[in-house]
């Protein structure tokens, strides 16, 4: 087994074990998650705001609760299956800027209209 493989079979078990403890411990009730830094610091919210308490919901099959927490892991997931699949997508300059675009205009709407 090499390096790289070791690596990934590690990735999936930790996501598996994250998974699992996410499922069984609800981040609003348990103590033991991070807080946001960015929102414990400035009160606002970061691009990524709720989105421990948003796949939560999503574990237990709650969709709409977790679209509510952060509407922005839903369009992530696609990004993050077509970048994986496509090294030439994940790699190319336009795709770094769309997706600094796309974060800070998030980060702002979020803060400003919602």
Do not use: I, K
């Not at 990735?11 to 996410?22: K, M, R, T």
């Not at 609800?26 to 009160?43: E, I, K, N, S, W």
């Amino acid at each position: 087994m090499g390096f790289s493989s070791a690596l990934r079979w590690s990735a999936a078990l930790a996501s598996v074990a994250g998974a699992a403890v996410l499922y069984h411990f609800d981040p609003v009730t348990a103590g033991f998650f991070p807080p946001c830094m960015f929102h414990v610091l400035t009160g606002l919210q970061c691009p990524g705001c709720g989105t421990t308490r948003a796949l939560h919901h999503l574990l237990h099959g709650d969709v709409a609760g977790a679209f509510a927490l952060n509407p922005m892991l839903f369009a992530v997931a696609p990004f993050v299956a077509l970048a994986t699949a496509s090294r030439r997508f994940a790699t190319h300059p336009v795709t770094g800027w769309a997706v600094v675009g796309v974060t800070v205009a998030w980060w702002v709407w979020r803060n400003v209209y919602a």
